[in-house]
């Protein structure tokens, strides 16, 4: 139960994140009432039972609580489900781990490979922003496989073989592989040095597959900043999307000797890391990960996070994935605006007909 002014209790980060005067409305049928949050909150564990409903105040900007009220009742009334937002689009569970030879003996929690990818690492004396060039590297963000090791991984929410995942990737493996500099400390990559390793994908965690011409410990190293430097040590201002892939068109020699700003373009807006087509296994869907390395390999892989890609969906306005009803809260807060992002027919105005589009595209991922 939700309860005002209580925290609640956190089973894992929602996807949802609050920020830039994004804000929440949670209902539960319990409390009979609506209340209005502008804090990060998570999921409750009981928020299923409880019919807890997410509806995102996208830019609430100076719309009352009241008229929020009145035009959130009206999307209570038409979806009153047990919808929760507790699917997170990363790992959220260790399933197995074993340590093979030569698996770093600092790098040896599994659990440092659940979340998101790392954006920032080393000591608090010495942090150093993670980039193409700065790999995370601490004992609490990699784990170590080593050869004839493993590590399977549970998704928070299935991967998918969508046609509106970009570039037909549908899912993102992390590592902390990196390039050489060959321009002495500007951010220009040479080689890259990547340490290999299996990446299998599953269903129902019995029968796997193995991802052809695929390393999980490859290209591309992460990028944690848009706007930070090769080897900075503060946090930019404008943070990748980890859940964007990069056009796997792009080879080393594409970067190679390139300047950083070249660099930072080529990712587009990306966090980096290895993608994954399901297709290429025939796989519609997948919930599990499993990333290993061949006995008698003389490299280690290791893995920093693994996320499902984000789809390219006009009606998903609030960019989880999914076309649901929180982005018909959004059109229906929006209702009546002009040059608004909830215009999704383009007429000018948000109306009738930007519901009807949001209504049809309801679960579409």
């Known amino acids: 139960m939700l309860e005002v002014g209580k925290p ?16 929440f409305l949670f209902w539960s049928p319990t409390l009979r009432s609506l209340k209005s949050v502008h804090s990060s909150l998570h999921c409750t564990s009981d928020c299923s039972s409880d019919c807890l409903m997410w509806l995102r105040l996208s830019c609430m900007r100076r719309t009352t609580l009241r008229q929020g009220l009145q035009k959130a009742t009206v999307l209570i009334s038409l979806f009153m489900t047990g919808e929760c937002f507790c699917d997170s689009p990363f790992a959220t569970r260790v399933v197995s781990y074993i340590a093979g030879t030569g698996a770093s003996a600092g790098h040896r929690n599994p659990q440092t490979a659940l979340g998101e990818p790392t954006r920032m690492t080393g000591t608090s004396s010495a942090p150093e922003t993670v980039t193409p060039f700065q790999p995370a590297w601490m004992t609490n963000q990699i784990v170590s496989i080593g050869a004839g090791g493993s590590l399977t991984l549970e998704l928070g929410q299935a991967a998918i073989d969508s046609p509106n995942n970009p570039f037909g990737v549908d899912l993102i493996v992390f590592s902390n ?171 000018g105005i948000v109306d009738s007909g930007d519901v009807s589009l949001v209504l049809l595209e309801m679960g579409n991922v």
Request: aromatic share 6%; hydrophobic share 40%.
């Open 177 to 347: 592989a990196f390039f050489s500099d060959v321009s002495g400390g500007q951010g220009s990559p040479g080689y890259c040095f990547a340490d290999g390793g299996v990446i299998d994908v599953s269903d129902d965690g019995a029968t796997w597959f193995q991802i052809p011409n695929t390393q999980a410990d490859g290209l591309m190293p992460t990028m944690g900043f848009i706007d930070a430097g090769p080897f900075a040590s503060s946090p930019g201002e404008l943070p990748t999307d980890f859940r964007k892939p990069m056009n796997p068109a792009i080879t080393l020699s594409d970067l190679q000797e390139l300047n950083y700003i070249d660099v930072i373009n080529a990712y587009n807006g990306s966090g980096g890391g290895v993608g994954v087509d399901l297709a290429s296994v025939g796989l519609n869907q997948a919930h599990f990960v499993r990333i290993r390395q061949i006995a008698g390999a003389t490299s280690s892989p290791e893995v920093d996070a693994v996320m499902v890609v984000k789809p390219i969906l006009l009606c998903d306005l609030d960019g989880n994935g999914v076309v649901d009803s929180a982005d018909v809260s959004i059109v229906l807060l929006l209702f009546g605006d002009v040059n608004s992002p909830g215009d999704l027919d383009h007429s």
């Open 8 to 23: 609640v209790k956190t089973i894992g980060h929602c996807p949802r994140e609050v920020g830039h005067g994004h804000g």
